[in-house]
């Protein structure tokens, strides 16, 4: 069997303007893996992190960008898109 080379990122990401802290992502070879919020409101972001497992970084990205908490001009689904972002951008394929 040829070897499968795999890469895998854990990455925390420091929120800005929300009220959860900050996010911790695991990705797999563009695969959201595993997405942890610190802080927030836990029972809505422990769904999002249920429906965001499994699906690639640029579907998260599509579905959540730009979303927003009342009048703030972004939200904890909004600064996950930041988060896949700058994770990408340190590295994670």
């Known amino acids: 069997l ?3 080379r795999r890469f895998i990122m854990k990455f925390e990401y ?3 303007g929300v009220s959860s802290r900050s996010i911790i992502l695991d990705i797999e070879d563009g695969i ?3 997405v942890e919020f610190i802080g927030g409101c836990n029972g809505n972001l422990k769904g999002i ?5 499994g699906l690639s970084c640029e579907e ?3 579905r959540l960008s730009g979303i927003r908490c009342g009048l703030k001009p972004t939200s904890c689904p909004d600064q996950l898109t930041k ?3 700058e994770a990408l ?3 994670a394929k």
């Open 14 to 16: 420091r929120t800005k």
């Open 32 to 34: 959201v893996k595993d």
């Open 83 to 85: 988060a896949i972002d």
């Open 49 to 53: 992190c249920s429906l965001v497992k």
């Open 89 to 91: 951008a340190a590295g």
């Open 60 to 62: 998260v990205k599509k």
């Open 2 to 4: 040829p070897f499968e």
